[in-house]
């Protein structure tokens, strides 16, 4: 029997072994903390402080301003400096909160929130993961205590923990896995009893044998705990892959993993369900790979949300040339191209990823040569270049025929396209206005 997989998909040069080696290592920031109060999907979080006010350490200064919405933390100490429009990785100004950073690093009491697990109620774990401000920190930053309250809860039978780390460069779910499996092993059970009928899953792409094998061995006595290595493939992580890989289960774009029995966890999240459940920590920090050759140095950093992201970049030594060509924010296949480093870091935040060269400036797209590799590769069994076609023309109802909301945006045409074009950008673009209109 082979490897668990899907059908389609790449295999682009992985990057890792330039941090894979790297210990997670603290960073503490030195200038002020900025907090968008829109760095989750749903309604943007409440301000509960004002300017002036002193702030300590995983103190609550924003609310959830719903249910499909999530609190924010505070990172550092200090004082509200100002609560105004700042920029974002997105290039918008987002509402935030500006803390003016003492230093001192100051934290709340936590112990006040630790309580037995064998003592709570599924209500009250819910009540903690959200109280804590945990989102989807693989970059999605949907709010975990949604997710976890689906419409039929005695339908969820796996728990999907998603190591895969796919995403090339990236190997902070890595580190996570080698330096701390408990917390991933006992976050995944806290997840597990919130359902009567959850088994549990941990999917590790096979490149990652050292991983594999401390999570085998941590597990090895649990009944209700798989751990699968999946095959090594682009995008192997995506939720509607891993789910395929790993239960044979089929989504389509208008299905929630629940639809099919399934909720899937990041490791970073599962992680913060941890913290937040069995130390009674909020989520203020995340791990944030800083790699690339245009780096003097990579790392994978323990970082206070709000940073500003070119900290990181000196704590790394600096650029290697006068200006990259290209930093992502993120990895190179569903990352954002960053236009400017005085952008604060988020939940969602999992690399800062610089390039000597942008070989994607350097290249110029021509026409379609009708070759077929965009299909072959593309793991959502679309047309590629015929999506791209009608989202040139305009041809809305078309592109909707033709199952272009089924393109979960991977860029593995992009990635084989001989002729260079940018049919993932196109296509994203397009069903961008397609979901603008249907709320209209």
Same mark, same amino acid.
């Given at each position: 029997m082979g490897l668990l997989t899907f059908s389609g998909g790449i295999h682009p040069y992985d990057?890792?072994?330039?941090?894979?080696?790297?210990? @997670? +290592?603290?960073?503490? =920031? /030195?200038?002020?903390?900025?907090? =968008?109060?829109?760095? $989750?999907?749903g309604a943007p979080a409440v301000p509960l402080v004002k300017k002036g006010d002193p702030v300590l350490v995983g103190q609550k200064i924003a609310e959830a301003a719903g249910f499909v919405s999530a609190n924010i933390h505070s990172g550092v100490s200090g004082k509200v400096k100002a609560i105004e429009p700042r920029l974002t990785v997105g290039g918008t100004r987002v509402n935030s909160i500006v803390i003016e950073n003492? *230093?001192?690093?100051?934290?709340? #009491? %936590?112990? !006040?929130? @630790? +309580?037995?697990l064998d003592q709570l109620y599924r209500?009250?774990?819910? #009540?903690? &993961? +959200?109280?804590a401000g945990i989102v989807g920190m693989g970059g999605a930053g949907f709010p975990t205590h949604? /997710?976890?309250? =689906?419409?039929n809860e005695d339908a969820i039978d796996t728990i999907i923990v998603n190591g895969a780390e796919c995403e090339p460069y990236l190997t902070s779910d890595y580190r996570r896995m080698l330096e701390v499996p408990a917390k991933i092993v006992t976050g995944l059970m806290i997840?597990?009893?919130? %359902?009567?009928? !959850?088994s549990g899953i941990i999917a590790v792409e096979d490149n990652k044998p050292e991983a594999i094998r401390i999570l085998k061995k941590m597990t090895k006595d649990m009944d209700n705990i798989t751990v699968n290595p999946v095959k090594t493939k682009y995008p192997q992580g995506a939720e509607r892959q891993l789910i395929y890989a790993n239960t044979g289960r089929k989504l389509n774009?208008?299905?929630?993993?629940? #639809?099919? *029995?399934? &909720?899937? $966890?990041? &490791?970073?999240? @599962?992680?913060? &369900?941890y913290n937040a459940v069995i130390e009674g920590r909020p989520l203020f920090e995340r791990i944030v790979t800083v790699t690339g050759d245009a780096v003097k140095d990579t790392a994978n950093f323990r970082v206070r949300v709000g940073t500003n992201a070119r900290e990181l970049i000196d704590?790394?030594?600096g650029f290697v040339v006068e200006a990259p060509e290209k930093i992502i924010f993120g990895g190179p296949m569903m990352g954002k191209a960053m236009f400017s480093l005085d952008v604060p870091l988020v939940k969602g935040s999992s690399a800062l990823l610089c390039m000597k060269k942008d070989p994607v400036a350097r290249s110029k797209p021509s026409n379609c040569i009708r070759c077929g590799r965009c299909a072959e590769v593309c793991p959502g069994k679309v047309l590629p270049y015929k999506l !791209?076609?009608? !989202?040139?023309?305009?041809?809305?109802?078309? %592109?909707? +025929?033709?199952e272009g909301m089924e393109c979960c945006e991977c860029g593995c045409c992009s990635y084989v396209c001989p002729a260079k074009r940018h049919l993932t950008q196109t296509i994203a673009g397009t069903r961008k206005q397609v979901l603008a209109n249907r709320k209209r």
């Open positions: 990057g890792k072994d330039l941090s894979k080696d790297k210990e @997670i +290592r603290d960073y503490l =920031p /030195k200038g002020d903390c900025v907090y =968008p109060l829109s760095q $989750h999907i003492d *230093g001192k690093f100051e934290e709340m #009491d %936590f112990s !006040a929130n @630790i +309580r037995q209500e009250d774990v819910k #009540d903690m &993961i +959200r109280e949604v /997710k976890l309250t =689906p419409k997840v597990m009893n919130l %359902f009567d009928n !959850a774009s208008s299905m929630l993993p629940a #639809d099919v *029995g399934c &909720i899937v $966890h990041n &490791i970073d999240t @599962i992680v913060a &369900i704590a790394v030594g !791209a076609e009608l !989202a040139n023309k305009g041809d809305l109802e078309g %592109f909707v +025929r033709m």
